[in-house]
């Protein structure tokens, strides 16, 4: 048996020894339908001594454990909150921002092409159709390329290049 085995084990034959049967047992006392022992100061946090021996934590059922725990968790979900708060609204404010300038470089867009028209710059069909800049050329290595496969597009040629007789 461990070091620590050996130190619940006392502990809890102390607490069963000089402790008191509480009057609302823990939830592992209350479930096995044992007597749950705590030791007769009520400000201790100490475990029953069942939950000692085990080496599990001890749940008290007891009125003023439950506030306890309603009450820090309270503050919990309170801090929460508050921070989800603050970042929902930074959130808000950014995509706000954001929005507006998105919209800023819309408009000066638009501006911008309405100058380049005025100028006679940008042709006002081709700025109505995206696809007139979209040009299809041949570089002199494709055209040559070409011209290779083109060569090459009989079998028999093929073959006689390659060596072999047909």
């Known amino acids: 048996m461990s070091l620590s085995s050996q130190k619940r084990l006392r502990l809890s034959s102390e607490i069963r020894r000089i402790g008191i049967i509480a009057d609302t047992p823990c939830d592992k006392c209350f479930i096995d339908g044992l007597d749950c022992y705590v030791m007769p100061d009520s400000n201790s946090r ?85 696809a007139a800049d979209a040009l299809v050329a041949f570089s002199p290595t494709m055209w040559s390329t070409m011209d290779l496969i083109d060569s090459f597009s009989a079998p028999a040629d093929i073959v006689q290049a390659a060596g072999g007789s047909s």
């Open 46 to 130: 100490l475990k029953c001594s069942e939950c000692v021996r085990v080496g599990r934590p001890c749940v008290n059922m007891s009125w003023e454990s439950l506030d306890r725990t309603r009450e820090e968790y309270q503050k919990k979900v309170d801090e929460d909150e508050k921070l989800l708060a603050e970042v929902i609204s930074r959130l808000l404010r950014n995509k706000k921002i954001l929005k507006q300038a998105e919209e800023r470089a819309r408009r000066k867009a638009l501006c911008l092409a309405s100058e380049l028209e005025e100028a006679g710059e940008l042709d006002s069909a081709e700025s109505n159709c995206p």
